[in-house]
């Protein structure tokens, strides 16, 4: 072999290298990219005696950086991620956080951050205890109007669990009973039973018994439809009264600011632009009333006085 020929050998290797170099740049370095992917939080181990009070998180972000092809084709929506929390004390407690096993261990994608990179949990000891509920009807005024009495409640106390600090504090449970806008007689309903956060009851529904003693009548009035909106745009409404037959207590037959309460409201959002429709009007009552007719059951409102 003579040197001339050595001399392109060397020649044809060097391009050889450069190409190389150039193709490992394209595939390795230009044509890779960063995503951002959502990682679920799953949590087990929780300790019986003890619950988390602040802290918890339903994800994490995943910052990776991958081949343009595979960081495409990546399918985000399973990533999930298992915290164990079988070692929590009670008070602050800092876990460190890291990218799903099979992000963390693929040699071609490279984890960059993890955002948070930790959980700050703050846990508590759970307590229990049994509270007596206090039902009270709502709204007291119309309890007196409708002579509601002899409210029971079964049972009349529940047993409540959650963050001992918060049980400590809880006394009773105020329970707030509705009234039936109804005729005389005996009632009874179910009642969800509210506790404050974090706190459970059982049971967790109570049965509710009262007497409402007063007397019922009928009376008749006429009301002008009013909009739901107030608006500079002319509208006609025709009729221009509706009848109205409503059943109230007794005792609220001449308080005129009871009366007053008792509206006919038309909503004319969905009326076409420079257009008519028939609209349903709404029948806004107080506190205890209850509508027993209304003539005519449908109004014709016109837009801009067409």
């Given at each position: 072999m003579t040197f001339p020929d050595l001399k392109i050998s060397w020649q044809i290797l060097l391009l050889s290298f450069v190409l190389a170099c150039g193709l490992w740049y394209g595939v390795?370095?230009?044509?890779?990219?960063?995503?951002?992917?959502?990682?679920?939080?799953?949590?087990?181990?929780?300790?019986?005696?003890?619950?988390?009070?602040?802290?918890?998180?339903?994800?994490?972000?995943?910052?990776?950086?991958?081949?343009?092809?595979?960081?495409?084709?990546?399918?985000?929506?399973?990533?999930?991620?298992?915290?164990?929390?079988?070692?929590?004390?009670?008070?602050?407690?800092?876990?460190?956080?890291?990218?799903?096993?099979?992000?963390?261990?693929?040699?071609?994608?490279?984890?960059?951050?993890?955002?948070?990179?930790?959980?700050?949990?703050?846990?508590?000891?759970?307590?229990?205890?049994?509270?007596?509920?206090?039902?009270?009807?709502?709204?007291?005024?119309?309890?007196?109007?409708?002579?509601?009495?002899?409210?029971?409640?079964?049972?009349?106390?529940?047993?409540?669990?959650?963050?001992?600090?918060?049980?400590?504090?809880?006394?009773?449970?105020?329970?707030?009973?509705?009234?039936?806008?109804?005729?005389?007689?005996?009632?009874?309903?179910?009642?969800?039973?509210?506790?404050?956060?974090?706190?459970?009851?059982?049971?967790?529904t109570v049965l509710v018994r009262y007497?409402?003693?007063g007397t019922r009548a009928l009376v008749e009035l006429e009301r002008v439809p009013q909009l739901d909106v107030k608006t500079s745009q002319p509208y006609r409404i025709t009729p221009q009264k509706v009848a109205l037959t409503v059943e109230l207590p007794e005792e609220l037959l001449t308080d005129k600011r009871y009366l007053e309460k008792i509206r006919v409201v038309v909503n004319v959002q969905d009326i076409p632009r420079l257009g008519s429709d028939e609209l349903t009007p709404f029948v806004e009552l107080p506190e205890g009333a209850r509508l027993m007719h209304i003539a005519p059951a449908k109004l014709n409102v016109t837009k801009n006085g067409n």
């Open positions: 390795t370095v230009r044509e890779r990219l960063e995503v951002q992917a959502e990682v679920s939080l799953t949590y087990r181990g929780m300790p019986d005696n003890l619950m988390v009070r602040d802290g918890l998180l339903k994800s994490f972000t995943v910052l990776l950086r991958g081949p343009k092809a595979l960081i495409k084709n990546l399918d985000t929506s399973m990533l999930t991620y298992a915290v164990d929390l079988t070692h929590l004390r009670s008070g602050r407690n800092v876990i460190a956080l890291s990218a799903p096993r099979t992000m963390a261990e693929s040699r071609a994608l490279s984890v960059m951050e993890l955002v948070p990179n930790q959980l700050v949990l703050e846990v508590e000891g759970v307590m229990e205890n049994t509270v007596p509920l206090e039902p009270q009807f709502s709204p007291p005024t119309l309890a007196q109007v409708l002579k509601a009495k002899n409210l029971h409640v079964n049972p009349a106390s529940v047993s409540v669990r959650g963050p001992e600090s918060v049980i400590r504090r809880i006394g009773s449970l105020k329970l707030d009973v509705p009234l039936e806008p109804a005729a005389s007689g005996k009632y009874q309903l179910q009642l969800s039973v509210n506790t404050p956060a974090q706190v459970t009851a059982a049971p967790s007497d409402i003693a």
